[in-house]
Each structure stands twice: as structure tokens, then as C-alpha cells.
């Protein structure tokens, strides 16, 4: 399993799998190879459901995202 966490708190968002980490990667910009986390907006959580992501990660960067216009998210693999 992977966790996604706020990297600004730290605080744990969730868990993935090993398939939503790649559909991630496959979908979201990544600045290096060992780039581990992405800025996500409601517009990133938009293309993503365009594109197909899975239902709870929409969910979980829906809740994670909140009220504020952006959140830096990053993963780790347990």
C-alpha cells in the first residue's frame, strides 16, 4: 500500500493502491524521476475523474483538498 500525506502538515490522507499511485504518476506532471509528490487543485481532481481515476481517490483528494484553492500531496510506500 501507498500513503498520501499533506506535506505541508504531514497530516496521513489515506491509503492507495498500487494502481491508483501509477494511474498518479501516468497522469499527473513529475518534475524528476524521484519526484514524490504533486500539487493538487479541483481543477488536477477534474481531469483526473475525466480521465478515468478511481472513485476513492477522487474521494480522498476531494476531502483532502477541502476549502483551499491547493494542497501539495505526497506518497510513500509502507
Known amino acids: 500500500m501507498v500513503t ?12 492507495i493502491s498500487e494502481e491508483e499511485l ?3 504518476i501516468d497522469d499527473l506532471e513529475e518534475e524528476s524521476a524521484e519526484d514524490m509528490d ?17 472513485p476513492s481517490l477522487l474521494s480522498m483528494l476531494r476531502n483532502a483538498l477541502g476549502e483551499q484553492d491547493g494542497i501539495e500531496v505526497e506518497w510513500s510506500r509502507n
Do not use: H, N, R, S
Not at 4 to 15: A, H, N, S, W, Y
Open 38 to 54: 504533486y500539487y493538487i487543485d479541483a481543477d488536477t481532481i477534474d481531469m483526473l475523474e475525466e480521465d478515468g481515476a478511481p
Open 22 to 24: 501509477q494511474f498518479l
Open 4 to 15: 498520501l500525506k499533506d506535506k505541508d502538515t504531514g497530516q496521513v490522507l489515506g491509503t
